[in-house]
T-cell receptor, first 111, second 116 residues
Framework: RKEVEQDPGPFNVPEGATVAFNCTYS??????FFWYRQDCRKEPKLLMS???SGNEDGRFTAQLNRASQYISLLIRDSKLSDSATYLC????????????FGQGTELSVKP | DTGVSQDPRHKITKRGQNVTFRCDPI?????LYWYRQTLGQGPEFLTY????????KSRLLSNRFSAERPKGSFSTLEIQRTEQGDSAMYLC??????????????FGAGTRLSVL
């Protein structure tokens, strides 16, 4: 079993749609959680950190359920520019160190 | 450019050759990480440094791979006797322990290796 598992893609949605990505992680000791975005043949870029209380950044909302070891990302009012691969990322502790990435979920927003 | 810089951006080599990649982190960052990414997968951790000390190595890092960060600034990743299975994107990232709780890692554009 992979340490971080994500919904398989691709997700093809029309502009303006709401789309949700899910992710589960296996290490219950994990402390830090992130969503990164990766455009085709580019490097991953931090989209947002994920906090236990849930957090929102504009059209993006991230949720964390530690009991279920589940992370989600909701994108409202999708834009063409949201087309990318979204990577669920977990860090085992707050002391730094390696990030564990899911395989990514590809999103394609169509006009 | 004050971001993470990697060189070269692309490398094509023949099987059995040695290759070396360089990474220059964000200047005030004391941690430097190497990851490898293949098509359709997320990045996989290889190794990381805090200053010049190599603190962790993945089992993915076979004895053909070696990484150094001699002065605690830039780092090199060398692959000896390359194999076709080494073809991948090699990503470097850096972070600062002043942001310990967040562990935000910033990635370079990567070096794409093709082994023929």
């Amino acid at each position: 079993r992979k340490e971080v598992e994500q919904d398989p893609g691709p997700f093809n949605v029309p502009e303006g749609a709401t789309v949700a990505f899910n992710c589960t992680y296996s290490n219950s000791a994990s402390q830090s959680f992130f969503w990164y975005r990766q455009d085709c043949r580019k490097e991953p870029k931090l989209l947002m950190s994920v906090y236990s209380s849930g957090n929102e950044d504009g059209r993006f909302t991230a949720q964390l359920n530690r009991a279920s070891q589940y992370i989600s990302l909701l994108i409202r009012d999708s834009k063409l520019s949201d087309s990318a691969t979204y990577l669920c990322v977990v860090n085992a502790n707050n002391q730094g160190g390696k990030l564990i990435f899911g395989q990514g979920t590809e999103l394609s927003v169509k006009p | 450019d004050t971001g993470v810089s990697q060189d070269p951006r692309h490398k094509i080599t023949k099987r059995g050759q040695n290759v070396t990649f360089r990474c220059d982190p964000i200047s005030e960052h004391n941690r430097l990480y190497w990851y490898r990414q293949t098509l359709g997968q997320g990045p996989e951790f290889l190794t990381y440094f805090q200053n010049e000390a190599q603190l962790e190595k993945s089992r993915l890092l076979s004895n053909r791979f070696s990484a150094e960060r001699p002065k605690g600034s830039f780092s090199t990743l060398e692959i000896q006797r390359t194999e076709q299975g080494d073809s991948a994107m090699y990503l470097c990232a850096s972070s600062s322990t002043k942001q310990l709780a967040k562990n935000i890692q910033y990635f370079g554009a990567g070096t794409r290796l093709s082994v023929l």
